[in-house]
């Protein structure tokens, strides 16, 4: 059984900065690629970033220059670090551990929440 486990999110000021992690039981190395998704409220779940096993990153176009994605494969936690935050990315932001093949495992996810 694998468990995904966030933590990291709560209240900030717009332009403010949040760091997330995502803390996966058993070794990283087992899957794919992790991502992080987030869901605002009454909009659909969209990926934020992406990480391979070999270290490559993609970004969602609105976060762009403004989040990292990392990990650290001998504490099995990826990373988010959220700069120059936006009303608009809040939300629930959960990550994703993707297998070579079946389905992807999530974590609970953690409250974003941006103020003006």
């Known amino acids: 059984q694998v468990h995904l486990v966030e933590s990291g999110g709560g209240l900030v000021q717009a332009g403010g900065s949040l760091r997330l992690s995502c803390v996966v039981s058993?070794?990283?190395?087992?899957?794919?690629?992790m991502d992080w998704y987030r869901q605002a409220p009454g909009k659909q779940r969209e990926l934020v970033a992406h990480?391979?096993?070999?270290?490559?990153?993609n970004y969602a176009d609105s976060v762009k220059g403004r989040f990292t994605i990392s990990k650290d494969n001998a504490k099995n936690t990826v990373y988010l670090q959220m700069n120059s935050l936006q009303t608009e990315d809040t939300g629930v932001y959960s990550c994703?551990?993707?297998?070579?093949?079946?389905?992807?495992?999530w974590g609970q996810g953690t409250q974003v929440t941006v103020s003006s």
């Open positions: 994703a551990a993707l297998p070579v093949s079946g389905p992807a495992y």
């Open positions: 058993g070794s990283i190395f087992r899957f794919n690629a």
């Open positions: 990480i391979t096993s070999g270290g490559s990153r």
